[in-house]
């Protein structure tokens, strides 16, 4: 199926909310971070950006190339609230968020909660929320994947949208600048001029061998990107409500010996992915499905979280006393839910400026 991919971020993030709280900002070159000696630029506002000033430019290059620039200092806590709203916003139209940082996010609106069907439209509603309840303004991408939905939110900048449909995706990146390539960046850029690669033409000649040869796994990357396969989900940033693994057997199973061997086999999978998400559950449930396809689950919960692979094991194995072996078994899982997940890291620490 094809799926609707919109990507949203923010204009001048910063900059904007600086200029939305001082009126005096407006319509001014304005540069967000440090003016002093070794300050960095971390954003300017479009007016800035007139005279080239851009993010992660030292700030005395920045006063060069703008005597007039004013200088602010950065907010955190005003931009994170500013970032609350809008995934706020974000969560109305869809659950299938994943935000990358404070002022940008994919959403997968392939069905999208409001029923409105179209992600265009969708991505000029969510605009609209947007505006009213921060004051600022973002830009979308659509597109049916988060390659192409990236690559086009940049291309209306700012206060507006783009769309590529699946029928445009091909003829869209041949002619693309492969500096415009999200994923390469200067170096990679250089190299590839090198080889006399600048468009999307230019790299879609190139073999996947060939590439993988000279970039690695990223030359793979390269060859899917360029001829618009971009398979990654949506992975929406909320804890999860459970943890799974299961298996099919390739011979059905009836007696307990052969089920108990398969709960430990399970088991020991699904411990991977408990410490994989750092999850710890109260309740482990077991889950058998029979030839006939009639699904069974028996689930017990614990004062305390289940944390060891014996008591996976032992708790499943009880559980499954309870199950009816009369019939051949065509599946088994186990998983544990109630879930206490760790403290995730937080992921919009401030950029580095070493890119
Ligand atoms: P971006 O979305 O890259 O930039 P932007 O929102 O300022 O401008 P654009 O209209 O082109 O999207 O980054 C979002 C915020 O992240 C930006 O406002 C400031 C911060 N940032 C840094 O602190 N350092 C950096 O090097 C970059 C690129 C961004
Ligand atoms: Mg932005």
Do not use: W
């Not at 790299?203 to 398979?231: M, T």
């Amino acid at each position: 199926m094809v799926r609707k991919i919109i990507h949203i971020d923010m204009d001048a993030f910063y900059a904007s909310v600086e200029q939305r709280d001082s009126p005096e900002l407006r319509g001014k070159p304005v540069a967000v971070g440090g003016a002093g000696g070794r300050g960095v630029v971390m954003t300017a506002s479009y007016e800035a950006r007139k005279f080239g000033v851009r993010s992660a430019m030292p700030s005395a290059t920045a006063i060069r190339l703008c005597p007039e620039l004013t200088f602010v200092p950065s907010r955190m806590d005003v931009y994170r609230e500013v970032s609350q709203k809008i995934r706020e916003t974000f969560y109305r139209f869809t659950h299938l968020v994943e935000p990358l940082s404070l002022d940008e996010a994919y959403l997968d609106v392939t069905e999208d909660r409001m029923g409105i069907g179209s992600a265009t439209l969708t991505a000029d509603k969510i605009l609209g929320e947007i505006a009213a309840a921060t004051y600022l303004t973002a830009s979308a991408g659509v597109s049916y994947n988060k390659f192409l939905a990236k690559i086009a939110s940049d291309l209306n900048k700012p206060n507006g949208k783009a769309i590529i449909l699946p029928e445009q995706a091909a003829t869209f990146l041949e002619r693309l600048p492969v500096r415009q390539f999200h994923g390469v960046g200067k170096v990679t850029a250089e190299k590839m001029y090198s080889l006399g690669i600048r468009t999307g033409a230019d790299l879609k000649a190139i073999s996947l061998e060939a590439l993988i040869q000279q970039f690695g796994k990223l030359g793979c990357y390269y060859y899917h990107a360029v001829r618009g396969i971009d398979e990654r989900p949506v992975q929406p940033d909320r804890p999860r409500k459970s943890v799974s693994a299961e298996t099919t057997f390739s011979e059905n199973k009836q007696t307990s010996e052969e089920l108990c061997e398969a709960i430990r086999q399970v088991a020991e999978r699904l411990m991977k992915r408990i410490e994989r998400a750092e999850a710890k559950g109260y309740t482990v449930t077991l889950k058998i499905k029979y030839a006939d396809f009639e699904i069974v689950s028996r689930s017990l919960t614990q004062s305390r979280p289940v944390t060891e692979l014996s008591a996976i094991i032992g708790i499943a194995s009880l559980l499954l006393e309870s199950v009816e072996l009369n019939r051949p078994v065509r599946l088994l899982g186990i998983g544990i839910s109630k879930l206490e997940v760790e403290e995730s890291v937080d992921r919009d620490v401030q950029l580095s400026f070493d890119f």
